[in-house]
């Protein structure tokens, strides 16, 4: 069974990191559409309402088998193409689709999330962004810990840690629920900051 | 004599109110003369009257009670403040409660009021401002917020000339507005007692002595009723005890008087206590009903999209990449290398083809089943919002349950040490008689029982005197209405007559808990309600309100909820001709009504021409139920010929 959930974000985040990067890989559907799930979170809706679940892969990246299946069924359909070195970009008939499925109602609540998490690239380093993900309390508790926890376990101890960062920048920046991305790069850059004291350390 | 400056209403303005679907906010320009809103049964016509009186008051009327329950203006206003959240509840959507609110903006002489309300806040305005002479007082006088409600309540009673902003509350919903409880001012002598001492006896502040002493009496008889009945039970206690002492057994004791009324008290309290918790579980139970309903709609609906999206995916798979086929045409070329035919490979493809690639098969093309998705998905995405609606209701509910339960319980050991106390008592007293003479108690007892007959003898004085103060005030209201009489009963009979035909004539008369108006119609006295039929009772109940509004103030509103709906049809003309004679004079009529071919619009609407009446159509608000929609043209039909009317 396709999830078309799974389709509509692994279009959205391809499309969206295609605008900025020229093409994409599995691996950044999977990161942003990780992001976006934290960001949906950050806006008050449960973790188990995003609709596909992550785990950690072997890498130690956040790792959906629902977007994988979805990347592939677009493959297979023509809605996305893969070049020589694994990048993806997607097809005409893939942009159309993304335009029908825009407009469905459920689509616009995750279009808020999915749409932050891609933006971060244009007003941080795509380098920044990825070791910042990576640094995030859940996979940072993930990577230091052998088990394939699933990520997104709001009983998770390292949830407690992101609950705390949420609440201090939802007091740092107030509590709009329409414009992500001013938290999404206000977090970011405090994980990456973060991470440079931990190595100045 | 006109002493009174009662608000005349200009603009209303409600935003938010979900109960009118159509629109986010209405605002309504109330002009001189006549304001009809029109439209259907059920579309919330009394709702807005309803809206109007919070704006005005900050209560809503409770429909199921008379003001007999209430026993006093104070018992009334104080009693009714709990139940507009509870009457705003479903009109107004969950998400919306704490913004939806009401301005309305009136005069009163040369002041100019705009109060705004939450529909969910008791004793508290959002927003007020009083502009006298340029002025705002609210600025002048430095309110705070937290002071607005109470400086609104004493500047407006000031204005208006009463003794206070209590008794323009039961004004404006007793004599001010005739909403569907019908609750008239003839056949009710609670009500009209209070009524005449505010118009005819001048000084409001006597109003208020009247009703605290009517209420004074009114406890005071209650109290000697329950020191009868402790009596009464002493006795009892009494002459079981004797019997007791007879066959060498044991005696009984009384509880503590302090202590049953305290238990009396905490009884009253639980038991409304647990009637809120009950409403609150069926509540409860029929939001799990319609959250299930819906989780099983929603349910069903996702099944249907994932299959009708999976089933569109599949069929717009590339061919050369469609994993199935690529499978077979490994197998073929197995075969052709191996030497084995592969023709019936062939057949597999084809089947393939035609099964999952042609659109012939498929009972809807791509665009139909897109749209088909979009459909069930905005259909998903409305039924979680409403199921996202109902889990806040019932979160609100819950917690709403679990303070009502704490509630029950706290009282629940109020009472049990009570209990628990008295049981203490009455099995130390049984102790006691075991040692000592019972006769000390028999004596004890018996002056108890005395001593509760003396303080009841005392309490008849009390109500007596208070009787006596009563009874001067009343004399007063006797001859304040003989005075008034000459004026008032001119403007009365002519509204009536006019609406009845026939000769009409009022008389007060003071009777032993009180004074009231009795009507005589053609010289026959009509004391009780079934002397006359429903639609004379309605109108000529309507015509002293407009009688006692034209003899004590210049100007005023009088709000009307669908008063052609009791109406017989002898009478649809000659109400509304009543009406427009009303307006005619510098009064303002407010009222709803549900649009036909009623001959009480067309009257109202000749009478008064475009220049002194206005429609509004509350479909421009809210939809029609389906029944509703196939008359829509005869509505609309009807709506037009008094249009016409109105316009010459």
């Known amino acids: 069974m396709i999830s078309s959930i799974g389709i509509f974000d692994s279009l959205y985040v391809g499309a969206k990191l295609q605008e900025k990067l020229g093409d994409f890989s599995s691996y950044e559907v999977q990161l942003f559409g990780y992001l976006s799930c934290l960001l949906s979170l950050y806006n008050g809706n449960p973790i188990s309402n995003w609709g596909y679940a992550f785990i950690k892969n072997d890498l130690g990246s956040p790792y959906s088998k629902i977007l994988d299946e979805s990347l592939e069924a677009l493959l297979i359909k023509g809605d996305m193409e893969k070049d020589e070195g694994g990048f993806m970009k997607l097809s005409d008939t893939g942009h159309v689709l993304l335009n029908n499925y825009s407009s469905f109602p459920s689509n616009r609540n995750r279009i808020t999330s999915l749409e932050a998490a891609c933006k971060s690239i244009q007003l941080l380093p795509y380098g920044v962004v990825k070791d910042s993900i990576s640094k995030e309390p859940i996979m940072n508790y993930a990577n230091q810990h052998t088990n394939k926890r699933l990520l997104s376990d709001q009983d998770g101890p390292a949830f407690s840690i992101l609950y705390d960062q949420f609440e201090m920048l939802k007091n740092a920046l107030g509590g709009s629920r329409d414009n992500l991305v001013v938290p999404a790069v206000v977090w970011l850059e405090y994980l990456a900051e973060k991470k440079k004291t931990s190595v100045a350390l | 004599m006109k002493n009174y400056y009662f608000p005349i209403i200009r603009k209303l303005v409600i935003n938010d109110f979900t109960l009118y679907k159509k629109v986010n906010q209405v605002s309504i320009d109330l002009p001189n003369g006549v304001f009809c809103l ?226 009396q008290e905490l009884s009253g309290r639980l038991n409304d206590t647990l009637d809120m918790i009950q409403n609150v579980e069926s509540e409860l139970k029929e939001c799990d009903l319609l959250l299930a309903d819906y989780r099983l709609r929603m349910s069903t609906l996702k099944s249907e999209y994932d299959l009708l999206f999976n089933s569109s995916f599949n069929r717009d798979a590339a061919l050369e990449k469609d994993p199935a086929i690529i499978d077979l045409l490994f197998k073929i070329r197995h075969n052709v290398c191996d030497g084995v035919d592969p023709t019936p490979l062939f057949s597999e493809i084809i089947k393939i083809i035609w099964e999952t690639k042609c659109i012939k098969n498929s009972n809807l093309d791509s665009e139909e089943q897109l749209a088909r998705l979009r459909s069930i998905d905005e259909d998903i995405f409305s039924k979680t919002s409403e199921h996202d609606k109902i889990q806040k209701r019932k979160d609100r509910l819950t917690e709403d349950y679990k303070q009502y339960r704490n509630k029950a319980n706290e009282i629940k050991s109020l009472m049990d040490e009570i209990e628990q106390a008295n049981e203490n008592f009455v099995l130390s007293l049984y102790k006691n008689t075991a040692t000592t003479d019972l006769s000390v108690l028999v004596t004890s007892m018996r002056s108890h029982i005395d001593r509760i007959l003396q303080i009841k003898q005392e309490e008849s004085k009390k109500r007596d005197l208070k009787r006596e103060e009563l009874k001067i005030l009343e004399r007063e209201l006797n001859q304040k209405y003989v005075e008034a009489e000459e004026k008032f009963m001119p403007i009365f009979v002519d509204y009536a007559r006019n609406f009845l035909g026939l000769d009409v004539n009022v008389n007060i008369q003071t009777y032993a808990k009180g004074a009231t108006l009795i009507l005589e119609v053609n010289d026959s006295l009509r004391k009780e309600k079934y002397q006359l039929s429903e639609s004379q009772r309605y109108f000529i109940d309507i015509a002293l309100r407009m009688a006692l509004i034209e003899y004590s103030s210049e100007k005023a509103v009088i709000l009307i909820d669908t008063p052609e709906g009791s109406l017989d049809i002898a009478y649809e003309s000659k109400a509304g001709k009543m009406f427009a004679d009303f307006t005619k004079k510098d009064y303002n009529l407010l009222m709803t009504a549900n649009i036909n071919s009623s001959m009480l619009l067309i009257q109202l609407a000749t009478q008064c021409g475009s220049g002194h009446m206005k429609l509004e159509k509350m479909t421009d608000w809210t939809f029609l139920s389906e029944v509703q929609q196939q008359e829509q043209a005869y509505m609309q039909e009807a709506f037009q010929r008094i249009e016409e009317i109105l316009e010459g």
Do not use: C
Request: hydrophobic letters at 40%.
């Open chain 2, 38 to 263: 029109v439209g259907a049964n059920g579309l919330g016509k009394s709702t807005f009257i309803n809206i109007l009186n919070f704006a005005l008051t900050g209560i809503v009327k409770r429909p199921d009670s008379d003001f007999s329950q209430f026993g006093s203006i104070p018992q009334f206003y104080t009693k009714s403040k709990s139940f507009a959240p509870i009457y705003f509840d479903r009109r107004i959507d969950e998400n919306y409660r704490s913004v939806a609110n009401v301005t309305v903006e009136f005069s009163v002489r040369n002041t100019i009021y705009t109060v705004t309300r939450n529909f969910f806040s008791i004793d508290a305005i959002e927003s007020l401002s009083i502009i006298r002479e340029n002025q705002n007082l609210v600025e002048a006088n430095t309110v705070t917020e937290g002071d607005l409600d109470s400086f609104y309540k004493k500047t407006l009673a000031e204005n208006i000339g009463l003794g206070d902003f209590e008794q323009f509350v039961f004004l404006q919903f007793f004599v001010f507005t005739f909403d569907e409880t019908h609750q008239l001012l003839f056949w009710d002598n609670s009500l009209m007692e209070r009524v005449l001492y505010l118009f005819f006896n001048l000084d409001p502040s006597k109003a208020k002595i009247a009703d605290q002493l009517r209420k004074e009496i009114t406890a005071t008889e209650s109290s000697m009723r329950n020191l009868q009945w402790d009596a009464t039970q002493k006795g009892k206690e009494l002459a079981s005890l004797l019997s007791q002492i007879e066959d060498s057994g044991n005696s009984n004791a009384g509880i503590q008087e302090e202590d049953v009324k305290q238990y």
